[in-house]
């Protein structure tokens, strides 16, 4: 049996549709989401200097096939509690070249796409994620599972995501580009890493792989009848019943191994987040408020000293505390500036946190 259904109609002519127009829209999206220069030292600000020359070395090079992108800077981004997690951090030029490339996808398999995925679709946010999960649990779907995909990024087969991407495209071009960026590498320290598995988190053409190959899952669970939310590789399960879970975490763990995957054993949990489970807790006596995070927000279900049952969500507090440590350097570079600029630059944070 196929992973992958191929479509009856598959999108041919797609190196036709790169024109110097959508170079130039996807340098500005590159240059909106700001970030670091690759191992070529080439940042956004240079890349721009000669914007015309650059921008039409780059559509000659998609369009004949002779585009080849640099491996990609690592990069750690501390995730608290001692743990980093790898970036891989593309040259601007790479950049540019894999949003032409999602600008390109993404019309043919946004439609395709689950209406349980929020992660990284236009129109799409977290918080839609999160009230989704809410609806669930009013519904009556009390008993949660919180998954985890293990190394989802990092351990994703690339034969597994050129099917799912040829099962649409058909432009022999555009899968070879696809797959020279999974093969890119990773400079470390001086030292080159090839990279035979999985799609580095940093790339700008990422998000929609690991969309386009979960969708597949998506539209499993929904022929099983599971109720879920999913952002990226990030996802909870809502049940009727603590034994429909059970049997469904077995489930879950077959079908993932088709892709290769494994859900991570220790983030995995099946909780039963509802008023009946909170009430045997409490006669039990036991006072605990029953929690699972998901998307940066703890949620809260359990009854309170007062009596009351609640179910609610709030930020976690150390959301900040992280990105504010993974920002230490930037910070330090911050603290002989002017007074006035340091305020500007701690406020975007506190903004952009509390704001979320």
């Not at 469904?248 to 088709?258: E, I, N």
Request: aromatic share 10%; glycine share 8%; charged share 25%.
């Amino acid at each position: 049996m196929e992973l992958f259904v191929p479509a009856k109609i598959k999108a041919h002519s797609l190196t036709g549709r790169i024109t110097f127009r959508l170079l130039d829209d996807s340098f500005r999206a590159v240059r909106r989401n700001r970030g670091a220069a690759g191992i070529d030292r080439v940042s956004i600000k240079m890349f721009e200097a000669n914007l015309f020359e650059n921008l039409c070395s780059v559509m000659a090079d998609l369009k004949d096939g002779s585009f080849e992108p640099k491996p990609l800077r690592r990069h750690y981004l501390d995730k608290g509690n001692g743990k980093l997690r790898p970036l891989g951090i593309p040259a601007v030029r790479d950049r540019v070249a894999q949003e032409v490339l999602r600008r390109l996808l993404t019309p043919i398999f946004e439609p395709l796409f689950h209406d349980a995925s929020y992660g990284f679709r236009p129109g799409r946010n977290c918080h839609m994620a999160l009230t989704q999960v809410l609806k669930h649990h009013e519904a009556g779907y009390q008993v949660v599972v919180d998954a985890d995909i293990h190394g989802f990024f990092d351990n994703l087969l690339h034969r597994i995501i050129m099917q799912a991407v040829a099962a649409q495209v058909a432009d022999g071009n555009i899968l070879n580009l696809i797959e020279k960026f999974l093969r890119a590498g990773v400079m470390e320290n001086g030292v080159f890493k090839p990279t035979t598995v999985g799609t580095p988190q940093g790339g700008v053409i990422s998000p929609l792989l690991a969309n386009i190959v979960l969708n597949h899952l998506d539209w499993q669970l929904q022929e099983r009848g599971y109720r879920f939310v999913r952002y990226a590789d990030d996802f909870v399960m809502g049940f009727e019943k603590a034994a429909d879970a059970r049997r469904m975490l077995v489930d879950l763990k077959d079908r993932l191994a088709k892709f290769g995957l494994a859900l991570h054993e220790d983030k995995t949990r099946l909780i039963e987040f509802g008023r009946l489970p909170a009430l045997r807790r409490q006669q039990r006596g036991e006072r605990r408020l029953e929690t699972f995070a998901f998307l940066g927000f703890t949620h809260y279900c359990g009854w309170t000293r007062d009596g009351r049952f609640i179910v609610k969500h709030k930020t976690q507090s150390k959301r900040l505390t992280r990105k504010l440590t993974a920002l230490r350097q930037e910070a330090w570079r911050h603290m002989h500036a002017p007074m006035a600029e340091q305020q500007r630059w701690y406020a975007s944070i506190l903004r952009g946190h509390y704001g979320y």
